[in-house]
């Protein structure tokens, strides 16, 4: 029996010039196609997913908004994206993911409400915090709907 062999030709991998090439497409990316994609780091880690794109005045180009999990935003240039096609690839300078900072209003709203508590007057009937009408120039209750 006799085989027969089909011969294939092979390039050396590390010959110069047998490296893939990224071809330049004239597609550009709308704004759809570009919102709730993931962004990905240069090292393959999701960072998050873009919410918006911006615009800055006075600069050329844009920028997109990416929010990651906690909710947190930053604006990547889109000079530090690397490819976008089915996912966003940033260039290894990018911030990484521990730069995010989650929205800090619910810490910030409790030690508002902690020092307005301290300081606002309570009712005398109820014991609830009293507001203060300007026209009126009166603490009222809202909870005894009545002024103090």
């Not at 030709?9 to 004239?26: F, L």
């Amino acid at each position: 029996m006799s085989r027969k062999r089909k011969n294939f030709k092979q390039e050396n991998p590390n010959k110069k010039g047998s490296e893939p090439k990224m071809e330049k497409t004239d597609k550009p990316l709308t704004r759809d196609a570009l919102v709730s994609m993931q962004v990905i780091d240069a090292k393959g880690k999701l960072i998050g997913k873009v919410k918006d794109v911006a615009f800055s005045v006075g600069k050329t180009g844009i920028a997109l908004t990416i929010e990651n999990e906690a909710g947190g935003t930053q604006n990547i240039e889109w000079e530090q994206i690397q490819a976008a096609s089915d996912f966003i690839i940033l260039k290894p300078q990018v911030i990484q993911q521990s730069t995010y900072q989650p929205p800090q209003q619910q810490p910030a709203q409790t030690v508002a409400q902690t020092v307005q508590q301290s300081t606002q007057p309570l009712c005398p009937t109820c014991n609830r915090p009293l507001t203060w009408i300007p026209q009126y120039q009166r603490w009222y209750c809202y909870n005894d709907k009545k002024y103090v």
